[in-house]
Every structure is written in C-alpha cells, then in structure tokens.
C-alpha cells in the first residue's frame, strides 16, 4: 500500500511560481508512473504532467514551458515547479502514482491564482 501526501499548495498573484511536493510511504517507489494531475471547479480532473519510471516526461499543451516536474527516488518524492502561474491554472492539484495493478492518488493541494 502506498500513501501520498502533498503539500506546497496556496494563493499566489498571476505571474508568481509556486512548488508543490508529493511524499510518497511504502516500497518500490521507482517502479511506478508519476504524475500531477488538476481539476478546476466544475471541470474533469486532467493531466498536467507524467514521469514514467525511465524518467521521460510529459507535460500537457497548456503547462508547457511554465511547469517543471521531477522525481527524487532516493526521498519517494515529487515535485511540480510552476511559473508563470496564470489565473486558469487555479485547481485541486493531485500526485498520482500507478503502474499495471495499482493506482494511487494523493488527497490534492489546492492552488489559487489571483488576477
């Protein structure tokens, strides 16, 4: 069983940066996809960035160039730099960690960006 806690979460002005943090418990932790998913209100949860276990990294279109992901194997942990907030990036931020039988979420940080 593996349990995540994130953290790093706030308000922040529209241009500002914040970094957000995912602590992982449990073993094995680098076999595992990483991600950072987000839901607005009112909106699906969506992708906004995915490590797989090589190290490969994907980000979706509208982070792209503004948010940095990493993973530290060593700590279990996961990390999502973001600059350049924007108003639309205000959401629910969740840590993900799955692989072919299990799939585990994090309870979700809120960020909040201010016009």
């Known amino acids: 069983q593996v349990q995540l806690v994130e953290s790093g979460g706030g308000l922040v002005q529209a241009g500002g940066s914040l970094r957000l943090s995912c602590a992982a418990s449990g073993s094995r932790f680098t076999i595992y996809i990483v991600s950072w998913y987000r839901q607005a209100p009112g909106k699906q949860r969506e992708l906004v960035a995915q490590i797989a276990s090589g190290g490969t990294i994907n980000y979706a279109d509208a982070v792209k160039g503004r948010f940095s992901a990493s993973r530290d194997n060593a700590k279990k942990s996961v990390y999502l730099q973001m600059n350049s907030l924007k108003p639309e990036d205000t959401a629910v931020y969740y840590c993900?960690?799955?692989?072919?039988?299990?799939?585990?979420w994090g309870q979700g940080t809120q960020v909040t960006v201010s016009s």
């Open positions: 993900n960690l799955r692989n072919a039988l299990n799939n585990y």
